[in-house]
């Protein structure tokens, strides 16, 4: 009989049948906190995701989510089907149909969804199109605001609460970071963010990268040629929107910034978020969200 990896018995119970046993698909990074495997089932192709727990205790971009924001991961992944179907109908991207995930009875964190066929994108490879998209995307969700923050699925912090949580936060992970951070940059970062006010908040995909896209196979029927899915939806949280602006920033050329910030002002205004950067520009690289390890060039960019 064949069955799903890792999981126990009971949690694969009511998961569809495997006709093919599964295959364990390699990591995109060192500091991967997942094992995912290709499922090939009676019901169609799937991926399954299991957390590695021990690896989330080690990881700085989970501890600074679950640090600020209450986040609870792995233990939310019980609740991620809500971020599938907010995604579906308020995102411009597709995404992964949910199947199942873990519970809170389970012994594993897991999530199950169909399998998206196409080609993963890499940032060399992105146009100018898909940074218009992008935007667009971006404009659709920071208009879902409300006026608390935190985990996704029911923010209960208050705005007042924001700078001291980014305090503490920030000060945490600088403690057991392995890149140093200067002294007198630290204190001047932690001195501003205390007196942060952020008073919206809007949806964030913390860990956005374009490897966490796909360009679906348009020979799919009824898929349009440079469609675009994202795939991995496990750390959207409630944030400022000037934290999802400041990340962009990095993840975009300046070029691309700048065509992204000329889509996102036909809609938006683009805000004046120069007393919270350099306190954003620390919680990203502390929580590495990118991976970097120069701090002195990271602080430089515009």
């Keep these: 009989m064949l069955t799903y990896p890792i999981l126990t018995p009971s949690e694969q119970a009511n998961l569809p049948r495997l006709i093919i046993a599964p ?8 500091d991967s ?25 080690q990881s700085g971009f989970w501890q600074g989510l679950n640090l600020l924001f ?52 890499e940032a060399s490879q992105v146009t100018d199109s898909m940074v218009v ?23 209960t ?6 700078g001291e949580r980014l305090h503490d936060t920030l000060s945490a992970l600088a403690a057991k970071n392995a890149v140093s951070v200067p002294e007198a940059l630290l204190q001047d970062v932690l001195s501003q963010a205390s007196q942060l ?5 809007v949806p964030m995909m913390l860990d956005l990268r374009w490897d966490q896209f796909r360009r ?42 700048a065509l992204f ?3 996102y002002t036909t809609t938006h205004d683009w805000p004046d978020y120069s007393a919270q950067k350099p306190c954003y520009q620390l919680l990203l690289f502390l929580m590495q969200v990118l991976g970097k390890t120069d701090l002195a060039q990271w602080m430089k960019r515009a």
């Design 70 to 121: 209450g986040a609870d991961f792995p233990n939310n992944l019980a609740q991620i089907q809500h971020t599938h179907e907010l995604l579906s109908k308020q995102g411009l991207y597709a995404v992964p149909d949910f199947v199942a995930s873990s519970r809170g009875e389970s012994a594993h964190d897991f999530v199950l969804t169909r399998f998206i066929e196409g080609v993963d994108v």
């Design 23 to 30: 295959t364990a698909l390699p990591s995109q990074f060192e």
């Design 157 to 162: 912090y208050q705005a007042a609460e924001w």
């Design 261 to 263: 910030k000329t889509t």
């Design 33 to 57: 906190t997942h094992q995912v495997f290709l499922c090939d089932t009676a019901d169609g192709r799937m991926v399954l995701k299991v957390c590695d727990e021990a690896a989330v205790v």
């Design 197 to 201: 006010q952020e008073t919206t908040f």
């Design 216 to 257: 679906v196979d348009h020979a799919q029927a009824g898929v349009q040629a440079d469609t675009l899915a994202l795939i991995d939806l496990d750390a959207f949280v409630m944030t400022p929107r000037a934290l999802d602006l400041v990340l962009l920033a990095y993840i975009l050329t300046p070029p691309q910034f």
């Design 133 to 155: 998209q992008l935007a667009k995307h971006i404009t659709q969700l920071h208009q879902m605001t409300h006026s608390t923050w935190g985990g996704f699925y029911a923010p």
